[in-house]
T-cell receptor, first 111, second 112 residues
Framework: RKEVEQDPGPFNVPEGATVAFNCTYSNSASQSFFWYRQDCRKEPKLLMSVYSSGNEDGRFTAQLNRASQYISLLIRDSKLSDSATYLCVVNLDTGRRALTFGSGTRLQVQP | NAGVTQTPKFRILKIGQSMTLQCTQDMNHNYMYWYRQDPGMGLKLIYYSVGAGITDKGEVPNGYNVSRSTTEDFPLRLELAAPSQTSVYFC???????????FGDGTRLSIL
């Protein structure tokens, strides 16, 4: 089992749709959670941090479920510009010196 | 506000050649990282550093070396280039291993 696991997709959705991605992680002691966005052949960029109580940034909502060890990202009113790969990122435990990246979920928003 | 700067952006090497990928950051971050990303795949950690003079191996260190003589700089050295090292290389930095990571815009390396 991968330490941080994501459905690779692709998720093909029409403009205006709502789409959700989940990500599971292996260690219940994990402390930091993020969603990054990566456009084709570009560097990953932080989309949002994920907090225990859940958080929202415009059309994007992130949730953390510690009991089931997963985080989610909800995108409402999808735009063509949301087409990208979304990376789930976790600091798995206090002994790790680096964040662990999932392989990403590809989203394609269609006109 | 440059953030993380990588050079070169593109490079083609012949098998057996050596080169150094440069990385510098201006955020005074102690933690720095090198990742590689093969086409259609996720990021793999090559090496990381927790401060000047301290480096350690990541998941895929074979064929690479690093040094960290200053807080700002974290170069990655390929000694004997092999086709399997064709990839996009990202340098990154963070304040701590629990904090967000800031990436450079990558070096695209082809070995022929």
């Amino acid at each position: 089992r991968k330490e941080v696991e994501q459905d690779p997709g692709p998720f093909n959705v029409p403009e205006g749709a709502t789409v959700a991605f989940n990500c599971t992680y292996s260690n219940s002691a994990s402390q930091s959670f993020f969603w990054y966005r990566q456009d084709c052949r570009k560097e990953p960029k932080l989309l949002m941090s994920v907090y225990s109580s859940g958080n929202e940034d415009g059309r994007f909502t992130a949730q953390l479920n510690r009991a089931s060890q997963y985080i989610s990202l909800l995108i409402r009113d999808s735009k063509l510009s949301d087409s990208a790969t979304y990376l789930c990122v976790v600091n798995l435990d206090t002994g790790r010196r680096a964040l662990t990246f999932g392989s990403g979920t590809r989203l394609q928003v269609q006109p | 506000n440059a953030g993380v700067t990588q050079t070169p952006k593109f490079r083609i090497l012949k098998i057996g050649q050596s080169m150094t990928l440069q990385c510098t950051q201006d955020m005074n971050h102690n933690y720095m990282y090198w990742y590689r990303q093969d086409p259609g795949m996720g990021l793999k950690l090559i090496y990381y550093s927790v401060g000047a003079g301290i480096t350690d191996k990541g998941e895929v260190p074979n064929g690479y070396n690093v040094s960290r003589s200053t807080t700002e700089d974290f170069p990655l050295r390929l000694e004997l280039a092999a086709p399997s090292q064709t990839s996009v290389y990202f340098c990154a930095s963070s304040y701590s291993p629990r904090d967000r990571v800031n990436f450079g815009d990558g070096t695209r390396l082809s070995i022929l």
